[in-house]
Structures are given as structure tokens and as C-alpha cells.
């Protein structure tokens, strides 16, 4: 990477990379550990490119802590054009149309970044085809830091190729994606909005998939045991030809921030007492993000199920998109009468909690997920078993990543949303009474985890990618 940054003491110029992620805590975080990583371990010096105000508290919450703790970390902002959210249907979600703005922001980065002696940008998969022009103008390498499974890069990377071969057959719609080199994604999988070519996510991904082959490199949050198909065929260029050099350096870490002072007045300060006190391995931790509600009906599936498995559960539930408006009360969600049978058994939460932290925890034994591409990075690297339980976007796709690799569990059948029916309490207690006895996922979890840590160790397969990347 070329330099253009302060000195070393080394009498040499360090690397300045000017991070751009995207919105929602699902891309915030990795690129937060990216920074860190970067800054702290890699000698480079790193700025992060903000937008105010964020679309959720967690968001602005995770900025403050993050930036308190690594001041070496700066912070550049963009102000965002004038965007008027009328000209797209009502209720649509405040994370894509903040992507939106963003993109339609991406001029306003000349100026930011021209006084700023960048010598290379990263930038989210989200905001791609329109950073890759600034970077142009800029005359600096644009990388990608893809925050979700190689998977789905792969599909991102093949999908207007497939686009283009059904328009050329005269063929309508979305159906299996069979993507050279990986493997079958079942149209099932597809990510609900890809199957209307309206949609706005639609155009993005197309746009941003078409924009990949002029990327200077792409780093993935994954590592070779997760995902060894996906990595290889797209490192060999099976997917999409030119494609630019593909590095795995997850899992990303945490960074050591303490929870910032707002997230603690609202965490329930007790959940670590609280998962103190159980035995090894006896707690069920069930959490679905931070950036989409699960309907009404299938919470209460979800309690029934957790109620007849026996097992112990640790339970963040989120009923709302974004937190803000986070107002409803666990009691007149779950009912009081579930509350009083389970409470000898549970802790349920609306709070965030620091869930590194909680899959670290001895006395979790299964994490109940929605399969956000964090989520399952994070259960692999502590080793514990999932549960998959995916809802909407790229989660099927990664919930089968979880099931290849044998990291945990999913039943490719139950419903997400946009289909009908919801996932029953039976079949959900049948399931975790059968994964938390499952020996053989169990040591298959545990030994992913032992690969995870291998793979970030110093001159582990991840950490010599993210070297190459600053070598570049
Ligand atoms: N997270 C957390 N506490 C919560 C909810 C979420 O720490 O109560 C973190 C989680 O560890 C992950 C991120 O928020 O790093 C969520 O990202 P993911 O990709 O799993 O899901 P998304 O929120 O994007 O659907
Ligand atoms: N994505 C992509 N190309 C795009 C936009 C999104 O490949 O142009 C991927 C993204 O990385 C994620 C999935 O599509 O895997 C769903 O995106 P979204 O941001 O909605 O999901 P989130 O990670 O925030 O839950």
C-alpha cells in the first residue's frame, strides 16, 4: 500500500486507510475491528468516515466507545446531500434508505478526502459502485471490506451474470443461482428482495456487483475452515473473471471497548451474574440482531419452545427495526404468565448486551441466531453451537454456511419472512433439546473455534492476508 501518513519511528511513512462503512451495527462493527486491527497491529494510520446522526442508538453508542478507546482511530464526517425518503414506499427499511443517501452522497467525499493524505480507501460492499469513481478521481486504490459470508460475495459477484444470461434466454425471474466454482444457492435462499428487479436493493446489488471487477482487493470477515469453496473459487476466479484479490481475514476481533456509559444504564447489569451462576454449557442464548424486529406471532413460538426444551435461556428480544423506537414492554409481548413460569430458568432482556462477551461465557452451550454474518463469525470464533433461525437478506445463505461447515444446525424448511406460517414452538424445542445433546456438533463447534483462533494467531492464515492487504 502506498504511504502518505505520518512518520515511523522507524524513519519510514506509515499507510493513512480511510475507512467508509455503511450503515446498521451489522457493517458498523467489522469495520470498527478493521480500524482497530489496521491501527493497533498492522502499523497503519486509520481514519473512519462517519455519518450523523446514525439510523440506531447502537450504532451512535458503539462510535463514542469505540473512538474514546483507540483516539489513534480519527474520524472524518460526511455530511449527508438532501434526500428526500418520499420517493420510496412508505415503511421502507431505514437502513437501506440510509445506504441510499449515502451513495447519493459519495461526490461530497472529494472534498473530504482530498485534504485528507489518504494513501488507499475500504469502503462497504454497500456503497461500492459509487465509491470506486471518487477513489478514481482521487487516484487512490478503492478495497472492499465485505462484512458478510464469501457466500455471499460470491452470489453478489455472479448475480448480474446471471441476470444477464436469463434476459438473453428470455427467462423471468429468480430461481436457483447455481454460482461456478461454489456451490447451488435454492431459490429459496435468495434474499427476499432480489426476486423484484425494482427493488432498491435490487439496484444496488447489481450496481455493486457489476463495480467488484474494479476493486483493488477484497477483504472478507471469514476464514478458510469456515468457508474453504467460497474463498478458493473466488480467489481462483471461478465466479467472475477479472475479479480482484480476495483476502479471508476474519474473524475480525473484538476490540477491547468498554461498554459505552449508555449502553450500561440500559443493559441489564446482572446477564454475566446472571450466566455466572449456571452450569457449563446449560444455557440456550437466542439473539437476532440488532437491526430487524421478529413478528409478534413467532416471539411467541419462540417462548413456547423455549419454555418446553427445559433449558436454561438467555434471551435478547427485539420487536422493533430500530432501536429508537424500541418502546414495547417485554411483559405485554411474552405475557406475564410465561414470565412467572420461566423466571427461575431465563433472563429475557430488551437491553443490549455485550454478546462477545455472553458466547464467551462457559455456561453457553447453543446460540439460538438469525444468522447475521457477525453473529456467526462470532459463534465460530467461541466455538459454540447454532441454531439457525434465519429471517430475511443474506441469512439463509449464511445459515447454510453454518450447516456446511458444521458449525451448528438449520432446517432448511421452517419459514422465514415473506412465507407463509411461522416456525412452531414444537418443532423449536424439539430441535435445541436435540443440538444441546449433539456430542458430534459440539466438537465440530468447538474445533471451528480452534481454527478461528489459529487462523487471526500471528501468522495464521487471516492474520498473513490482512498483512499481505497492508503490503499491497
Ligand atoms: N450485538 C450485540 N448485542 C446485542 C445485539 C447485537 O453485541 O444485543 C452485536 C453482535 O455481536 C454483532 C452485531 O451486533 O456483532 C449484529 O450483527 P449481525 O451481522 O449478527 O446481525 P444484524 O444486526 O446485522 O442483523
Ligand atoms: N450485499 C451485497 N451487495 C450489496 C448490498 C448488500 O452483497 O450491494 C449483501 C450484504 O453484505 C449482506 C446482504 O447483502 O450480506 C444483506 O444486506 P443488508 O445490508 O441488508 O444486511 P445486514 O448485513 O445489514 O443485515
Redesign the pocket.
Known sequence: MPSSGGDVASGGRRPHVVLIPSA???HL?PFGRLAVALSSGHGCDVSLVTVLPTVSAAESNHLDALLGAFPAVRRLELELAPFDASEFPRGADPFFLRFEAMRRSAPLLVPLLAGAAASALVTDITLSSVVIPVADELRLPCHILFTASAAMLSLCAYFPTYLDANAAAGVHGVGDVDIPGVYRIPKSSIPQALHDPNHLFTRQFVANGRSLSRAAGILINTFDALEPDAVAALWQGSVASPFPPVFAVGPLLPANIPPPASNQSKSPANYIDWLDAQPARSVVYV?F????AVSGEQLKQLAAGLESSNHRFLW?VKSTVVDRDDAGEITSLLGEEFLDRVQNRSLITKA?????EVLNHKSVGLFIS?C????VT?AAASGVPVLALPRFGDQRVNAGVVARAGLGVWVERWSWEGEEGVVSGEEISEKVKAVMGDEVVRRKAASLGEAAAAAVDDGGSSYRCLAEFVRL
Open positions: 446498521g451495527m451489522g462493527v439473539s440482531g440488532s437491526r430487524k435478547v443490549w448486551v455485550e454478546q462477545e438469525h447475521g454474518w457477525n453473529s462470532e
